[in-house]
Each structure stands twice: as C-alpha cells, then as structure tokens.
C-alpha cells in the first residue's frame, strides 16, 4: 500500500501564478477530501468527492480555487490566480465507504504552498 | 450541525507523565471518533478509532473511550516519552452527514525528556 501520494511536496511561486496540487489517493478508495492547514486557521475541509463527483464543496475559499477529479486515481486542486494568503499545507486524504461509513480517513503528506 | 471541541494546548510534559487531551462531540445521529497524530512536517495518521458507545481504542499505548452519555473520546497514556511530541487531533465521521469527518483544533503536545 503506496498511500496517497501527493505532489509537489514543496512549491514556491510568485502573485497571480497559476498553482496546480495532485494527489494519487489509495486504490480502491472512493471518497477524497482536500484540506488546508494554517496556524491561524488550522485544518480546513475545502472540498470533497465520492466515487469522483464532488459533494460539498462549500470550503472553497473564493472562485479562484477549482478542484477536479477525473478519475478514480488522480485528483487535482487548481489555484488561479494564487495569492500571498494562500500559503499553507494542502493535504489530500482519502477514505473507502465500501468499508463502511466509519472507515477512517488517510492522509497524504502535504504540499507547503508558499506564495511570494 | 456536527462538531469536535478539544482542548486548548499547546501541552509541555515532562517524560514518563501521564497524558490526558480531552475531547468532546456534537453530532446529529450516531458517529464514529478517531483520534489522529501529526509529527512535523507530515499528514495526519490515524492514532485510534472507536466505533460504538463504551468502545475502547487502543494503540501504542494510547487509549481513548466512547462515553456516549458524555459525549466525549478523551486521549490518555500512561506515561509519555519525547517521540510522542506531536500535534493531536480529535474527529468524528457520521454517516448522518455523509461521511464527512469533523475535526478539532488539534493539541500541540511536547515532551521533555
């Protein structure tokens, strides 16, 4: 078992770049969830999917945040144009709800977002 | 709506004491807790789980109970070395809302040797 498997670990880009986060969730899972974590705001739930449809998505911050899941193995989450406020660690993390409702949640390792 | 309320860190103990981080829930029917660790740099892993009122998890010497009539899942060991030093955090998953998980704020935990 690989886990999920995210990338780029590390990305530092300028104001009003385009930033795009991936993420390879673990197979056979078929609920993924992006998070965002700050110090000032901890851990966030932006938006999640089930069997690649997203179901709530109201945690995206603003328009300029977009996420897509065109498979079941691969997950994107897009930020144009990135902002200074936009610096934190997205997390992506995946779960199986074949296994039940109360199958836990596994995390990805984060990618640091560092916006200059 | 559903939520988890731990509390407060950061925490700074001294090694071999014992640890307790409390948590406490809301939800609208009937949840699942976890208990989740975050060492620097990485994501969060699932520490423990329990399922059902009084269930007990368990693991590495952590161990948290279901109290159904509290509504609580507190986090206790027995005696803490420095590697437990770590970010801990407190979620719920209720199938009510579903599937969603709920987390707390999480507790800055630091052990000294």
């Known amino acids: 078992d690989a886990g999920v498997i995210q990338s780029p670990r590390h990305e530092v880009t300028e104001m009003g770049q385009e930033v795009t986060l991936r993420c390879k969730p673990i197979?056979?899972?078929?609920?993924l969830f992006w998070y965002r974590q700050t110090m000032m705001r901890g851990l966030e739930l932006l938006i999640y999917?089930?069997?690649?449809?997203?179901?709530?998505d109201s945690g995206m911050p603003e328009d300029r945040f977009s996420a897509k899941m065109p498979n079941a193995s691969f997950s994107t989450l897009k930020i144009q144009p990135s902002e200074p406020r936009d610096s934190a660690v997205y997390f992506c993390?995946?779960?199986?709800?074949?296994?039940?409702?109360?199958?836990?949640?596994?995390f990805g390792n984060g990618t640091r977002l560092t916006v200059t | 709506g559903d939520s988890v309320t731990q509390m407060e860190g950061p925490v700074t103990l001294s090694e071999e004491a014992f640890l307790t981080i409390n948590c406490t829930y809301t939800?609208?029917?009937?949840?699942?807790l976890f208990w989740y660790v975050q060492y620097p740099g990485e994501g969060l892993q699932l520490l423990l789980k329990a399922t059902k009122a009084d269930d007990k998890g368990s693991n590495k010497g952590f161990e948290a109970t279901y109290r159904k009539e509290t509504t609580s899942f507190h986090l206790e060991k027995g005696s803490v070395q420095v590697s437990d030093s770590a970010v801990y955090f407190c979620?719920?998953?209720?199938?009510?809302?579903?599937?969603?998980?709920?987390f707390g704020t999480g507790t800055s935990l630091t052990v000294i040797p």
């Open positions: 197979s056979g899972h078929n609920s």
């Open positions: 939800a609208t029917g009937y949840p699942s």
């Open positions: 999917f089930n069997n690649n449809v997203p179901i709530d």
């Open positions: 979620a719920l998953s209720d199938r009510n809302t579903g599937n969603q998980f709920y």
């Open positions: 993390a995946s779960s199986s709800r074949d296994t039940g409702w109360n199958s836990p949640l596994h």
